[in-house]
């Protein structure tokens, strides 16, 4: 199995659509896609560890506080915080190459920031 990846609702839909450009075979859901307007980053969580996908977002704010809160008691695939200040073919690059160099299993539990 291969590292799916879920967008926030924060972030730029441009990433999303640049990486399935890049490499079309990666499964990469937009917020739109699963629902996650309107949910609080806990309830975002709690979908995307369901769901086996690993958290794309630009909330470096809220987020971690509350994957901290959330990994005490659930399992997560993942968050990936992306910098906005990156351009997107930056944050594309460093999604492709996690796609194709890691494993779902590596990601449980665990947060990190792109750049990488």
Not at 64 to 86: D, N, R
Request: hydrophobic letters at 45%.
């Amino acid at each position: 199995m291969s590292i799916r990846y879920q967008a926030d609702a924060d972030l730029n839909q441009l990433i999303v659509t640049a990486t399935l450009r890049q490499e079309p075979t990666i499964d990469f859901q937009t917020a739109s896609g699963a629902g996650l307007q309107g949910l609080n980053d806990l309830e975002v969580l709690a979908l995307t560890a369901q769901q086996g996908r690993i958290l794309v977002t630009h909330d470096r704010k809220t987020m971690p506080m509350y994957f901290a809160e959330f990994i005490s008691l659930h399992q997560s695939a993942g968050v990936l915080i992306v910098s906005k200040k990156l351009t997107v073919e930056a944050v594309v690059a460093d999604l492709v190459l996690i796609w194709s160099v890691s494993t779902p299993e590596e990601w449980i539990d665990r947060i990190a920031k792109i750049p990488l």
